[in-house]
T-cell receptor, first 116, second 115 residues
Framework: NAGVTQTPKFRVLKTGQSMTLLCAQD?????MYWYRQDPGMGLRLIHY???????AKGEVPDGYNVSRLKKQNFLLGLESAAPSQTSVYFC???????????????FGEGSRLTVL | AQTVTQSQPEMSVQEAETVTLSCTYD???????LFWYKQPPSRQMILVIR??????QNATENRFSVNFQKAAKSFSLKISDSQLGDTAMYFC????????????FGGGTRLMVKP
């Protein structure tokens, strides 16, 4: 059981380049999320999805796009990378909250992105 | 919108001693969940403990316990019998239920357990 898998783990981009981060989960979770982690700021929500084909903006969505064409996958795209997007990106997933689930989010191992 | 504040950027404790990490939050919600996550040097985020706001009893998980003060909007984490493996970043997080399970995180506390 792999849980939540992110690819790639590391990437270096030049300003203006584009890239896509892929998140895959094998737990049949309805909800998926992309966070970014910066020193002293904790994790901040970029975009999230409550089901296949649906996405919504989080706290810091500017400069990012997402897609969830399949329930198990959640893609994060940077169309024109900027140095301010240098960060560690985390994908997470969870069941929808009900009386039998704890609401726990399960995280991937993170992807370190550097934009020069 | 909710905010979560962790006022201790760094802390240290001797092995086998007890340490308490502070967390305060601001919300107008009455029903919510609070979490502590641990991030060791491997970067993996690991759930430590969870508290439901409607429960008055403080949550405990082995050596980890919380002091939940709803009126004061305070949610501190106590680690007893600290171990070297407890060295990590600790994040306090808030969740409004039935609204996408989104977590709002504090800035984190870096804990160093010294031998």
């Amino acid at each position: 059981n792999a849980g939540v898998t992110q690819t790639p783990k590391f990437r270096v981009l030049k300003t203006g380049q584009s890239m896509t981060l892929l998140c895959a989960q094998d737990m049949n979770h309805e909800y998926m999320y992309w966070y970014r982690q910066d020193p002293g700021m904790g994790l901040r929500l970029i975009h999230y999805s409550v089901g296949e084909g649906t996405t919504a903006k989080g706290e810091v969505p500017d400069g990012y796009n997402v897609s969830r064409l399949k329930k198990q996958n959640f893609l994060l795209g940077l169309e024109s990378a900027a140095p301010s997007q240098t960060s560690v990106y985390f994908c997470a997933s969870s069941y929808s909250l009900d009386t039998t689930n704890t609401g726990e989010l399960f995280f991937g191992e993170g992807s370190r992105l550097t934009v020069l | 919108a909710q905010t979560v504040t962790q006022s201790q950027p760094e802390m240290s404790v001797q092995e086998a001693e007890t340490v308490t990490l502070s967390c305060t939050y601001d919300t107008s919600e009455n029903n919510y969940y609070l979490f502590w996550y641990k991030q060791p040097p491997s970067r993996q985020m690991i759930l430590v403990i969870r508290q439901e706001a409607y429960k008055q009893q403080n949550a405990t998980e082995n050596r980890f316990s919380v002091n939940f003060q709803k009126a004061a909007k305070s949610f501190s984490l106590k680690i007893s019998d600290s171990q070297l493996g407890d060295t990590a970043m600790y994040f306090c997080a808030f969740m409004k239920p039935f609204a996408g399970n989104m977590l709002t995180f504090g800035g984190g506390t870096r804990l160093m357990v010294k031998p």
